[in-house]
């Protein structure tokens, strides 16, 4: 399994920045892809999921109304579209695989390599 996470980068505030999550090798049994950050002496926590069928979404509260998850099936990549990013969303964001529909971080079996992301005041 590989998750390919690319997209960061250093951004302005009020700025915008597209994640992408290029997966291959998942195993049949995948349901969601999610997306997570971890800030600096801080632990990891859950942004945004999407299954690979059907039109659930689920996004945190701290990026509801900013921040998009979609997904190309065919491309098998994942996608998050941050706008009017913030100081607090600096972070290193990771995408990761499960086998269920959830929010959970010890629910995500396989993880990507994260990218940075670094929002300037």
């Known amino acids: 399994v590989q998750l390919q996470a690319s997209g960061g980068g250093l951004v302005q505030a009020g700025g915008s920045l597209r994640l992408s999550c290029s997966a291959s090798?998942?195993?049949?049994?995948?349901?969601?892809m999610g997306w997570f950050r971890q800030a600096p002496g801080l632990g990891r926590e859950f942004v945004a999921a999407i299954p690979w069928s059907g039109s659930n979404i689920n996004y945190a509260d701290s990026v509801k109304g900013r921040f998009t998850i979609s997904r190309d099936n065919a491309k098998n990549t994942v996608y998050l579209q941050m706008n009017s990013l913030k100081p607090e969303d600096t972070a290193i964001y990771y995408c990761?695989?499960?086998?269920?529909?959830?929010?959970?971080?010890?629910?995500?079996?396989?993880w990507g390599q994260g990218t940075q992301v670094t929002v300037s005041s």
């Open positions: 990761a695989s499960s086998g269920y529909w959830t929010t959970m971080i010890h629910e995500y079996d396989f």
């Open positions: 090798g998942l195993p049949r049994s995948t349901y969601s």
